[in-house]
């Protein structure tokens, strides 16, 4: 359903072993929003709930709820560190448009 590169997976295990709170993987959810209608939000979670898909992928959980399931099927997630910007990108071929900072789509 998605796939994580090999950057990404990185920063994800090092965001786990620092966070404040307890963790055990990364929360990937599409919300109505920004400014071509939808949004990724992504944060760490202590475990899946109720109908989320738990993906597994270089020893890190992934856990998609099921409302955000069928927009992200075949996305990619990446991460880029710049010297203006650094966060994970998102390629994801059911996207119609996005907006030009990559973070809204539709």
Request: proline share 5%.
């Amino acid at each position: 359903m998605i796939t994580i590169t090999e950057k990404a997976i990185f920063v994800v295990k090092n965001a786990l072993c620092q966070a404040p709170q307890p963790a055990n993987g990364l929360r990937i959810a599409v919300q109505v929003g920004g400014c071509a209608g939808l949004k990724y939000l992504v944060g760490l979670d202590n475990g899946p709930r109720e109908r989320d898909a738990l993906i597994e992928t270089g020893g890190v959980k992934v856990f998609v709820d099921a409302g955000s399931q069928p927009h992200v099927t075949g996305l990619t997630v990446d991460f880029v560190a710049g010297s203006q910007s650094s966060g994970f990108i998102f390629d994801n071929p059911n996207t119609r448009e996005k907006c030009a900072c990559g973070k809204s789509f539709s």
